[in-house]
Structure formats: structure tokens, C-alpha cells
């Protein structure tokens, strides 16, 4: 680093499972004990366990001192580090404890994907493929028409998608930051991601639980003559051409209840009412004035889940 200044590095294994409380105390530890003050700045450098924690942290030392991402997944590249969102999962579930907390600036340097696991760029693929859903038809088309080019990790394509993306989130959170409208869209697919996930024991990624949960949703809204059957084929050709159909067997183990079940423990509802948002065509969810996140009935999941087995 170009600093002029100490440096002190703290890292901690990788893994959602040190997205913790303790986690964020020793952390927090290592910090009084090397002296960090008022003016000193944090550099959250990682993904997005890195980005949110070291947010977290950021907002709570001192009160508040300022902080930095530098995302190096791709998922934190276009999702994790932009909007504030910061905290820790506990026993009772992801990211119940936490705060609104922006970063200074956020620094994104391609070259960090050379090394990132496929797996985990395909991760961020569905946060990207999420984008353009709820947001923008010609982006659609962009990441359609590129698969082989951003799946090779062509550079220039990647540099316009993670723009893209950005933008996109950007404009969302600018307008909406603390979520009481229009950032609702961005969790499309989301409902059914976190039962998904909930209800495998976490054994479906969450990229790949988001892919899944996006055609259920998709389904939801076609059902309520909202979204055409074309755009929903359309919608599960481009997730299954980015590979992220390949948990589909996990989805197979479980019994439509427990889904329902894991959904309706979902930390966005108000007393038990399952929520999502719906989309009215590709690049443009259902809304009413500021309502932008509708309850979905249990037997609207359960089709949706049967669709989902036999499309795939
Ligand atoms: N704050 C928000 O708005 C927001 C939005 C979406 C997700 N999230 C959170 O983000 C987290 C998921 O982020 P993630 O998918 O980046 O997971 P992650 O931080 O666990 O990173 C995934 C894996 O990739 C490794 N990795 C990261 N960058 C790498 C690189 N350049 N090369 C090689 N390996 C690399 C990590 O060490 C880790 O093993 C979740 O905790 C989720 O709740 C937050």
C-alpha cells in the first residue's frame, strides 16, 4: 500500500461461518491492541464475508471510524460491497445483526477473478443475471448473447458486466438505501433462495439457491398473468446456460412443506406472510406506487417448485 502510515493486517479463515459475533470481537481485539485510533481508516479486503464484516466493524469501533471495500469475488465485486449493507449471521439466522454503514469508496481490480473458483464466479452470475432481470431487458440480452465470452473471463466483457452491474445496483440503492421500496427489487428470487437454502441445511450455494429461488419467482409471476410464458422459458434457458441448475438434485429431497416452512421463517415477513417480488416482463418487476414485494400463497411455491423439476 501507497501509505504513508502503519498497517496492520488481521485475517481470519474463509468461510460464511466466520461471519460471527466472535469473529467481529477478536477482530475488534486486534485493533485497540495495535493502537488503531479515530483516524484510522479500515480496508475491508476480500469477499463478501470480508466486505460485510470488516463494514460491521468499521460501524461499531469507536463509534464509527471510515472504511474502504476492496471485493476481490465477484459477487462482492457487484453486490456485497455496494449499499452499506454491513453484519454478522447468528444462531438464529444471516445477517440479523448489523447496520447501514457506507463505505468511503469501493475499489474493484479485475486481475483478483484470475484466481477466484468457478464456482464462486458463478455465484456472482446469478446476483448479475438478477440485475438484469428487475432491471434492464438490454442487459439481458448482453449476458445471453456473451456466454461463452464472460465464462472464459474475457477481460473487456467482464469490465462492462461488473460495470453494468454496479450501475445498476447503484441507481437502486441511491434512491432507496434503508430498503422501504424500490430496494425490495433486488431481492428477487431471494424468498425462495432462503428456504432453499434453509431447507438443504446450506448444502445449496447461495448464487445457486438465488437461480433456483429467480425461476419460482419467475413461475409465481407468470401464474398471475404478469410475466409471459415465452420470458419465463427465456428466464430458465439463460440461469441453466450459466450452470446454475446443477443443485437441482438437492431440490429433489425436498418435500414442497419444508420449503414453505423455511420461507415463511424469512426475516423480510411480517408475521408469517410470505413475501417476493414478481416481475412484470424481463428488465422490469411488478409495482404499485411504493409496494414493490407481494404476498405469495404456499400453493403458488408449490407449483412453482413442480415447475421448476420438470423445466429442468
Ligand atoms: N452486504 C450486502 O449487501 C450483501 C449482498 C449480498 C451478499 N452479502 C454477503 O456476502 C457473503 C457472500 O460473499 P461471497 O460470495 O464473496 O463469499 P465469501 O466472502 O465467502 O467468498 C467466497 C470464497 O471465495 C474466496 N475468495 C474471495 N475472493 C477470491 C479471489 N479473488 N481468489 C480466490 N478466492 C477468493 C473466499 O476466501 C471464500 O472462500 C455472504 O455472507 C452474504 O450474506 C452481502
Known amino acids: 500500500l501507497p501509505l ?28 485497540v491492541q495495535a493502537n488503531f485510533d479515530r483516524k ?13 464484516m470488516g463494514g460491521f466493524l468499521a460501524s461499531i469501533f469507536l463509534r464509527g471510524v471510515p472504511f474502504i471495500q476492496v471485493p476481490t469475488s465477484l459477487l462482492a465485486m457487484v453486490d456485497s460491497s455496494i449499499g452499506g449493507k454491513t ?32 464456482i464462486e464466479f458463478l455465484n456472482g452470475m446469478a446476483e448479475i443475471i438478477k440485475h438484469a432481470l428487475i432491471q434492464d431487458p438490454l442487459y ?35 434512491k432507496d438505501e434503508k430498503e422501504n421500496g424500490l430496494r425490495q427489487t433486488l431481492n428477487f428470487g431471494h424468498t425462495t433462495a432462503h428456504a432453499i437454502e434453509n431447507a438443504s441445511n446450506y448444502s445449496v450455494p447461495h448464487g445457486f439457491a438465488v437461480a433456483l429461488g429467480m425461476i419460482i419467482e419467475a413461475h409465481i409471476s407468470f401464474r398471475r ?57 424481463i428488465g422490469k418487476t411488478y409495482s404499485q406506487g411504493n409496494s414493490f414485494s407481494w404476498q405469495v400463497q404456499e400453493e403458488e411455491i408449490e407449483a412453482g417448485l413442480v415447475y421448476l423439476l420438470n423445466a429442468l
Do not use: H, W
Open 225 to 281: 398473468k404478469l410475466l409471459s410464458e415465452n420470458e419465463l422459458k427465456e428466464i430458465v434457458e439463460l440461469i441453466s446456460l450459466y450452470e446454475l441448475t446443477q443443485y437441482k438434485n438437492q431440490l429433489k429431497k425436498l418435500s414442497p412443506q419444508s420449503l414453505i416452512d423455511s420461507a415463511k421463517k424469512d426475516k423480510k415477513n411480517i408475521k408469517e406472510a410470505i413475501k417476493s417480488v414478481l416481475l412484470e416482463k
Open 87 to 118: 453484519g454478522v449471521d447468528t444462531t438464529d439466522g444471516k445477517n440479523l445483526m448489523g447496520s447501514f454503514y457506507q463505505p468511503r469508496t469501493v475499489i474493484i481490480d479485475m486481475d483478483f477473478l484470475s484466481t477466484l473458483p468457478r
Open 140 to 174: 439481458f440480452e448482453f449476458i445471453k448473447d456473451n456466454r461463452e465470452k464472460i465464462l472464459a473471463l474475457d477481460s473487456e466483457t467482464i469490465l462492462q458486466l461488473v460495470e453494468m452491474s454496479c450501475m445498476i445496483k447503484t441507481s437502486i440503492v441511491e
Open 4 to 31: 504513508d502510515c502503519p498497517v496492520s493486517i488481521f485475517s481470519f479463515p474463509a468461510g460464511e461461518k466466520q461471519k460471527s459475533l466472535s469473529t467481529i470481537l477478536e477482530l475488534f481485539t486486534s485493533l
Open 40 to 52: 484510522s481508516l479500515i480496508i475491508a479486503f476480500g469477499g463478501g464475508v470480508v466486505g460485510d
